[in-house]
């Protein structure tokens, strides 16, 4: 039983759940709080690169963390979209598990209030926070807002008063340049302390919008950091967006993150596709037009008037595209994931480049999210 289902089990049986209400605002920077980094598998995370980030930080956390809260509810996974997985368990018992959500923190909570109070005092060692929880697991399918209700009712619990939300998205950017990570914050005090921008995206939303709304709603400061995947390399995993992430989480979390073999991974993926490319010239010239586009619109010198012109041009382009050799025959549909570890496998002991990530203020997206369903992850 975790640190939340004994305090529940506390409660007397006929106990009124608790309210959720707005908190007290306070001027510490965000990654002096309490934080809550939240990462889902599915419609959210385009080449597992959100959730393998968030792996890479568990790991980081792994000698001073524990399990402290599973949400596998029935009420909120469709089992015919998430299968339950049979495996064996120790001592050779076959065993079910069940689609879920689960959350990490802190193994001594005492500590991690004690380390609260030391920040407050300014004894805090920079790149050592441990006063993170981190979730991950799948997407929930079904009833949302009463998931958001449980949820909200743990991170309460936890007394969590800061929220990194992380996703990736499939879209138009190329291989060859910097991963674009989107940030974005509805909190005016994150924005000015990260800066960071209000997303003025309007559309389909998924469970990251609605952990998002509801933090805003009882005062809990949240940013979002989405990072872009090139569509035409949909594969998993993407390890150049999630080294992406990792840079911004890194600094975000006041934490110190070893990559490991990551960046390597990253090189070699890059390489991979850049062998693909060579070998079709439709796709060679379509990365050619992104590369233009993103070094037009990332200039310094950019105007607004230069950056709609650009992207004028290039649905024009992509329109003529389509036009003469057909959908069918898009230069992105000829990238696999097969073709792709193929190629890495062809390329691991070359020398790769490796770009830095950027953020980079949302132009479409609220959290990030996908605008339509060719961009889901």
Known sequence: MNHFDEAKARRPKHAAEPDITPREQDDRSFSDGRILLVAFKGWNDAGDAATEA??????????????????DDERFFDYSLHRPIVRFAEGGERELVWPSVTMTGPRDLESARAASIAVDAEMSV???????FVLTGIEPTLNW??????LFEA??????DRIILTGALLADTPHTRPTTVYASSEHPGVREELGVSRSDYEGPTGMLGLISSAAYAVGIPCVSYWAAVPHYVNTTPSPKATTALLDKLEEVLDL???RGELVEEAQ??????????SQDDDLREYIRVLEHTYDTVEAPEASGEAIAREFERYLEQSANTTKSTGSASHPSARLDAGSVVSAREDTADEPGDEGDSQDTDPSSNPD??????????
């Not at 920079?126 to 993170?132: D, F, H, L, Q």
């Not at 991170?155 to 969590?160: M, R």
């Not at 990030?368 to 992850?377: A, F, K, L, V, W």
């Open 368 to 377: 990030g999210e996908p605008e339509s369903d060719d961009e889901r992850g």
């Open 268 to 277: 070699r993926w890059q390489e991979a596709v850049n062998v693909i490319a």
């Open 145 to 150: 807002k009463s998931f958001v209700e449980c």
């Open 54 to 71: 968030a792996r890479h930080v568990q790991e980081r956390l792994i000698e001073s963390s524990e399990r402290v809260w599973v949400c």
């Open 256 to 258: 110190t993150i070893s």
């Open 155 to 160: 991170i309460d619990y936890f007394e969590i």
């Open 126 to 132: 920079s790149g050592e926070n441990s006063n993170i």
